[in-house]
């Protein structure tokens, strides 16, 4: 069974910075595409950015294209969500998902595993 434990979630202003970390456990994360999706209060989910199990492809939602970064450490089991110039419409609660397929999904229903979540909240 695999777990995604997520964290490095918190409180920062607007243009500032975090990084999200997601840790996997219990299966061959290096044979995963990760994604990581968030979702606002009163607003439905939706994805963010996503990464290939070696890392060969990336997509991003227009919103973050240019501010996000996704990456990953197969040898530490790890995806990273570089998160820059944050907005106050970034704040929502982020989740990372793992997809046992090699294709790089930007649909949620195609994501067989999911964290918990970490909650992002950008002041103005």
């Known amino acids: 069974h695999v777990q995604l434990v997520e964290s490095g979630g918190g409180l920062v202003q607007a243009g500032g910075s975090l990084r999200l970390s997601c840790a996997a456990s219990g299966g061959t994360f290096s044979t995963y595409t990760m994604g990581w999706f968030r979702q606002a209060p009163g607003k439905e989910g939706e994805f963010v950015a996503a990464i290939s199990w070696r890392a060969s492809s990336t997509r991003y939602a227009d919103s973050v294209k240019g501010r996000f970064t996704i990456s990953r450490d197969n040898a530490k089991n790890t995806v990273y969500l570089q998160m820059n110039t944050l907005k106050p419409e970034d704040t929502a609660n982020y989740y990372c998902?793992?997809?046992?397929?090699?294709?790089?999904?930007?649909?949620?229903?195609?994501?067989?595993?999911w964290g918990q979540g970490t909650q992002v909240t950008v002041s103005s």
């Open positions: 998902a793992a997809d046992r397929t090699i294709i790089t999904s930007l649909r949620a229903s195609d994501y067989d595993y």
